[in-house]
């Protein structure tokens, strides 16, 4: 059974400084996937990542995908407030649709 | 503009009713999911379907079911509600055709079963 895990599940962090996030996960994956939810609201999507080594950036948030470890990590450069949500990572296998999510990681950005 | 609509946005309902949650989507896409996400916490897999005519049961489908008689509608039914269906239900559709499937959610719907 495919088991995803995020760690730390809360993180807490000054403004300017830098953090990641860790995604395990269990078996085998083609495709992993981060996702950002505000307070309140649905989940949007960040990135795709899809062979080994992918590396996606988008402002301060920079993805990286590990498939022989098994391992994604989501780094956060110089932290500002409005980073402030949870960060969910997801893996699927091709031509599977039971997409797992991890347990998110609740990011609060103090100024 | 493309997007994925719940209906409704919150429910409050007593034990034992029928309710049924709405989605729709405008985006042609063939795969559409329903999700169970309490506060702060992972989100479970209830159902999906690949296309029309299509349900397949997740985790904690048991007690709900789905249709999809048109590939823009997906509903969700809970034939007898109670308090531990209390939580968030996020729909979400995926292009199978583009190679990634990541997911487009839709703001959710808020149930309090009383």
């Known amino acids: 059974e495919l088991k995803v895990e995020q760690n730390p599940l809360f993180l807490s962090m000054q403004e300017g400084k830098n953090y990641t996030i860790y995604c395990n996960y269990s078996t085998t994956s083609d495709r992993l996937y981060w996702y950002r939810q505000d307070p309140g609201k649905s989940l949007e999507s960040l990135f795709v990542l899809l062979s080994n080594g992918a590396v996606k950036q988008e402002g301060r948030l920079m993805a990286s995908l590990d498939t022989k470890a098994r391992l994604s990590t989501l780094h956060i450069t110089a932290a500002v407030h409005d980073l402030s949500a949870t960060y969910f990572c997801a893996v699927s296998q091709y031509n599977n649709n039971d997409m797992r999510f991890g347990a998110g990681t609740r990011l609060t950005v103090k100024p | 503009e493309a997007d994925i609509y719940q209906t409704p946005r919150y429910l409050v309902i007593g034990t034992g009713k029928k309710i049924t949650l709405e989605c729709s989507q405008t985006m042609g896409h063939d795969k559409m999911y329903w999700y169970q996400q309490d506060p702060g916490m992972e989100l479970h897999l209830i159902h999906y379907?690949?296309?029309?005519?299509?349900?397949e049961k997740g985790d904690l489908s048991s007690e709900s079911t789905v249709s999809r008689i048109r590939t823009e509608h997906f509903p969700l039914t809970l034939e007898s509600a109670r308090p531990s269906h209390t939580s968030q239900y996020l729909c979400a559709s995926s292009d199978a055709g583009t190679g990634h499937e990541k997911l487009f959610f839709g703001s959710g719907t808020q149930l309090s079963v009383l």
């Open positions: 379907s690949y296309g029309v005519n299509s349900t």
